[in-house]
C-alpha cells in the first residue's frame, strides 16, 4: 500500500477491520467473501486496478474448512465483481506452498529451480486455497473482455523492519533462519524484500495489458537465504532434491523469477547480504 501510494496511486483499503492506515486514501470494512459486499464495494469505488492480498495466510493458523472457505471464496468474488464491474487489471496473490513441500509423506521436485510450469502438488487446505485462486484467475482470465488478469506468487517477505531483527512471520528472526538451515530449509530458503514484492506488483500492473491473460508469476529474491549453496545445503534438509539440487551452484536459490525478468523486466533489488544488520 505504501509503494502504491507513494508511486502516486490513489489507494483505497478494503478490510474487515476498520480504520485507515496513513497510506490509503481511504479504507471500507467490508467483508469480501460476502459476494453482494465485494460488488458494492468495486461499484462504489470503481478502481482501475484491484490488487487482491487479502486471506488466511498461513496453514493450519484456523481450521481447514475455515481456510479454505475464506480463500477461495474471496478470490473468487473479488475477481466476480471486478470482470463484472470492469475494472481494467486485477492481481491476485497465491503462494510459492503450492509446489507442495513440507508434505507429511516428503516431497521431490521434478526439478529444480521451481518455476512457473512445475506441476503444483498441494496437500494441505491452504495450499489448496491457493492452487484454486489461481484457477479462478485462469477461469476469468479465458471469458473477460475488459478485465486483464494474473496472480503472484511472492516468496517469504522480509519487511524491513525484519532485516533491523523485528521478528518475522515464523516468529523468527532473520538471523535465527540463516544460522539454523532447518527453519528456513522448511520453505526450500526462498524469500522476498517487501519492497521488492510492491516494485514487482507494481511493474506487473503496468505491463498487465501487454500480456497474456491468466499469467501466474513466481517473485523471490534473486539468491537463496543461506549461507552456504543450496546444492549442499538443500539435501541435507530435504534428502529427496539430492541431485535435483546439483544445478542451484553459488548462490541461486529454489525458486527461478525467470518468468517475470523476462515477460516484466523485473528482478528483485535486494539480498539479505546487503540489507541484514
Known sequence: MSALAAAGHEVIGVDRAPGTPADAAATLPADLTDLGEAYQVIARFRPDAVVHLAAI?????????????????????????????????????????????????????????????????????????????????????????????????????????????????????????????????????????ARDAADMLMTLLDRLPELPNGEVFFAGAADALAREPLAELLPEVIPATAGFADTLIGTTPAFSSAKAEKLLGWQAKRSWRTELS
Not at 502438488?121 to 484457477?135: Q, R
Open 57 to 193: 495466510a498461513t496453514p493450519f493458523s484456523h481450521s481447514d474448512a475455515v481456510t479454505f472457505r475464506t480463500n477461495t471464496q474471496l478470490a473468487f468474488n473479488v475477481c466476480d465483481a471486478a470482470v463484472a464491474l470492469g475494472v481494467g487489471k486485477v492481481v491476485v496473490a497465491s503462494s510459492p506452498t503450492v509446489m507442495g513441500y513440507g508434505a507429511p509423506g516428503g516431497w521431490t521436485p521434478s526439478y529444480l529451480p521451481l518455476d512457473e510450469d512445475h506441476p503444483v502438488l498441494p496437500w494441505n487446505a491452504y495450499n489448496l486455497s491457493k492452487v484454486i485462486a489461481e484457477e479462478t484467475v485462469r477461469s476469468f482470465a479465458r471469458t473477460a473482455t475488459a478485465t486483464k488478469l494474473a496472480a503472484v506468487r511472492p516468496c517469504f517477505v522480509i519487511a524491513p523492519e525484519e532485516w533491523e531483527g523485528a521478528p518475522t512471520q515464523s516468529g523468527h528472526t532473520v538471523a535465527e533462519r540463516l544460522d539454523r538451515p532447518e527453519i528456513a530449509g522448511v520453505s526450500l530458503f526462498n524469500y522476498i524484500d
